[in-house]
């Protein structure tokens, strides 16, 4: 027999991808215990053969755009393949929209994010409207009219797809266009024009470059008003049932995220509402940027855990040169170091989410921006190193790793890129004393547990960075703060193995060099999946 199969790992399915030691007590410590069973439901159909068939077609049907019907009316809609609105159903109904901001009970937005790091494991594309949708609310609610019409459609937990009069659906989802082709993240370089119409709406025209979910229901966007850079709701159905002007010029042929579609559209004498006031766009549609920034870090704390995931699956079950895989010291000091990151990932991710669930203004002002910087920076070199556990077999489509690692520069890169987000800490770090405090505040609940924390901790605060060494310096901020709440929370291997590698100097350039001193064993037992 020349085919016969041996020495290859099961499909990994049926298992609980919510049987996350690292998510599990991070979800009880926020300050939603109530949310672990509705966790380990989600997880266990996460974890079966079913959805990982609708991501793979998801992502192999790509979305198509339909410009006009048969008789040449112009209908700018985008077709999905049906294992995308599969996918899309789960989400809205497991309530990762908008849903946590109509609940009272504490830990909404905890439980909230920990849902969507288990499905977001499934397919990473479809979460971009599900983020958009959750982080419209707080800046619509600048204006509170269109706030009390669209808020109750906006948190239903109903995915009703195609385009419709809003009021008539029993869902609805959001998007932004904010970028243009001549500014990218200098939003104030924008050149699409709001003429006021007299009757409290405005007249948009103009082009945007990146515009990502185009079939959405409302968008937020931005456009140059006589008063200056000014924010604007634009439905793409209007009350009356009209089609307003949303000319989708193009779908992106993207490296990745190829199941969620991302436009240019156009508008010309577009119907817009304002969104706050005239000249304070910016200010008002950065609360919606906060929260997608902070949906970038739990997206990219996801990504990691999958493809750790899948690297401990393989090298469970594959022999090579006489044994397990995973028993072999260089191996599993690797699985290890990659289980460090993805530890602390997940640990600031659920802290960011708190302090949401909290309303910790000062903490998230901040942290968030530091968060995104770094934990979405880890995400393609730790999917890289994944892969490369599975060898060969990492490489092809059939493993899921070709795709995560394609989707994994994006969190980096949507809401501002690295040098964005350094350049955003420095700027908060002048203007908001209280956010300084508060950051700092939460490395010091560390003090005096770990020598290297310690050191650490004091050599930052003597530091003075200016633009050209920020991004060493927010780097520095990411890994104390994730060193504190390890050092706090996490068992003393995590903690101790995380301080001497990423704090005290015992590491080297690429994963697998951690120091002889650390439980390597005991890392790698913590991260296995359930």
């Not at 049987?19 to 410590?29: I, M, P």
């Not at 906006?154 to 266009?177: C, E, F, N, V």
């Not at 779908?251 to 304070?280: H, I, M």
Request: glycine content about 10%.
């Amino acid at each position: 027999m020349t085919h016969e199969v041996f020495n290859q790992p099961p499909p990994l399915v049926d298992y609980d991808v919510a049987g996350d030691a690292a998510l599990l007590t991070a979800v009880e410590r926020e300050g939603a215990p109530w949310a672990t069973g509705e966790l380990h439901r989600l997880g266990k159909l996460a974890g079966t053969a079913e959805p990982q068939r609708w991501a793979d077609e998801a992502n192999r049907h790509e979305p198509r755009l339909i410009t006009h019907d048969r008789y040449g009316h112009r209908v700018d809609e985008v077709d999905f393949h049906p294992s995308w609105h599969r996918l899309m159903a789960v989400a809205v109904g497991e309530g990762l929209a908008g849903a946590p901001w109509a609940e009272t009970r504490p830990g909404a937005h905890v439980a909230r994010a920990a849902g969507l790091y288990v499905w977001s494991q499934v397919e990473a594309g479809h979460s971009c409207p599900i983020s958009m949708t959750y982080a419209v609310i707080p800046a619509l609610r600048h204006a509170p009219d269109l706030s009390a019409l669209y808020e109750p459609l906006l948190t239903a937990r109903s995915y009703d797809p195609g385009l419709r009069t809003p009021a008539a659906k029993t869902g609805l989802l959001a998007g932004m266009g904010m970028t243009e082709k001549q500014g990218g993240s200098d939003v104030r370089a924008n050149t699409t024009v709001a003429t006021p119409a007299g009757d409290g709406t405005y007249r948009l025209r103009g082009h945007k470059w990146f515009t990502s979910a185009p079939m959405c229901d409302l968008f937020l966007v931005l456009a140059q008003a006589p008063g200056g850079l000014s924010c604007f709701l634009v439905p793409r159905v209007l009350p009356d049932g009209t089609r307003n002007t949303f000319r989708i010029q193009r779908l992106k042929d993207k490296l990745g995220n190829r199941s969620n579609a991302s436009s240019e559209p156009e508008f010309d004498d577009t119907v817009a509402w304002p969104v706050g006031d005239e000249g304070q766009g910016v200010r008002t549609i950065i609360e919606m940027v906060a929260m997608t920034r902070f949906d970038c870090v739990t997206g990219s704390a996801s990504g990691m855990r999958a493809a750790l995931t899948q690297a401990i699956h393989h090298t469970r079950h594959r022999q090579a040169f006489g044994g397990p895989l995973i028993d072999k010291p260089v191996m599993r000091n690797v699985l290890a170091d990659l289980a460090l990151e993805s530890e602390a990932a997940t640990a600031l991710a659920m802290r960011l989410a708190g302090a949401v669930d909290r309303d910790e203004q000062a903490f998230k002002r901040l942290a968030i921006a530091i968060g995104k910087f770094w934990v979405c920076k880890r995400q393609p070199v730790v999917v890289g190193e994944a892969l490369e556990c599975l060898g060969g077999n990492g490489y092809v489509e059939e493993s899921g790793l070709p795709r995560l690692y394609r989707d994994a520069p994006l969190n980096s890169i949507w809401e501002g890129s690295g040098n964005v987000q350094a350049l955003d800490v420095l700027r908060t770090m002048q203007r908001s004393p209280d956010s300084v405090s508060a950051v700092m505040g939460e490395m010091s609940l560390a003090a005096g547990a770990d020598s290297r924390f310690d050191a650490a901790f004091k050599a930052l605060q003597r530091d003075k960075p200016d633009e050209a060494d920020a991004r060493r310096y927010v780097e520095r901020l990411a890994l104390l703060l994730q060193a504190s709440l390890l050092v706090r929370f996490a068992p003393p291997a995590v903690a101790d193995a995380f301080c001497a590698s990423r704090l005290g100097g015992d590491w080297g350039h690429t994963f697998g060099t951690l120091g002889r001193g650390a439980d390597t064993a005991a890392l790698v037992e913590r991260a296995a999946p359930a």
